[in-house]
């Protein structure tokens, strides 16, 4: 059975730490895994990795992807009280002729305390 | 403005009187999804739809209905609705059916069965 486990489940840490959070998989079929986060309201797109090693940036949002051991993390430096949010990882899921849809992680819930 | 739009935003009812939470989409994709998100349990896909009148079971389709009669609109329907099924409800939808593409979500539905 597919799963995608994300850890910590949840982490509270005050503004200008460094957090790493971790994705790992076990996908059949694996091409990709996304980040996502969410605040109150809908999932919005942060990165999607397809190629191992290769980092992925956005400002202080970074992320990478271990093919070989079947995990990502996503880092967060000098955070900010507005980063926090939950952050969930997806694989994308195949069978037959495309992709039928998105495996997520339960989600790591990140508190950043002033 | 590109967009996915679910209405009604919040619902309250009651067990047995069915209801339809509609899912619109504006960016002419072919790929429409319906998840439940849920404390503990995450992101879970119900029913998704490869294209107009093609539509396939997710992890927890158990007390659910779609239909996809045209390319924008997929709603979805409980025709009994049982207080299990109170959860936060998010449509996504993504253009092609590789998996790798970015998919993008409504803003939430919460629903609450008594």
């Known amino acids: 059975e597919d799963k995608v486990v994300q850890s910590p489940l949840s982490l509270v840490v005050h503004e200008g730490d460094t957090v790493t959070l971790n994705c790992s998989y076990e996908?059949?079929?694996?091409?990709?895994l996304l980040w996502y986060k969410q605040e109150k309201k809908a999932p919005t797109f942060l990165f999607m990795l397809?190629?191992?090693?290769i980092e992925k940036k956005s400002g202080r949002l970074s992320s990478i992807l271990d093919k070989k051991e079947l995990f990502s993390i996503l880092n967060i430096t000098a955070t900010q009280t507005g980063d926090s949010a939950i952050y969930l990882c997806?694989?994308?899921?195949?069978?037959?002729?495309?992709?039928?849809?998105?495996?997520f992680g339960k989600g790591t819930h990140l508190i950043i305390q002033p | 403005e590109a967009q996915v739009t679910q209405n009604p935003r919040y619902l309250i009812t009651v067990t047995g009187k069915k209801l339809t939470v509609t899912c619109s989409q504006n960016?002419?994709?072919?790929?429409m999804s319906w998840y439940r998100q849920d404390p503990g349990l995450g992101l879970r896909q119900i029913y998704y739809?490869?294209?107009?009148?093609?539509?396939d079971k997710g992890d927890v389709p158990e007390g659910y209905k779609v239909s996809r009669k045209e390319k924008r609109n997929f709603p979805l329907i409980l025709e009994s609705p049982s207080p299990n099924q109170t959860s936060l409800y998010f449509c996504?939808?993504?253009?092609?059916?590789?998996?790798?593409?970015?998919?993008?979500f409504g803003p939430g539905t919460r629903l609450t069965v008594l």
């Open positions: 996504a939808s993504r253009k092609g059916l590789a998996g790798s593409n970015e998919q993008f």
């Open positions: 996908v059949t079929n694996f091409r990709s």
């Open positions: 397809t190629s191992s090693g």
């Open positions: 997806a694989v994308p899921m195949y069978s037959g002729g495309g992709a039928d849809g998105l495996t």
């Open positions: 960016m002419n994709h072919e790929y």
């Open positions: 739809s490869m294209n107009v009148e093609v539509t």
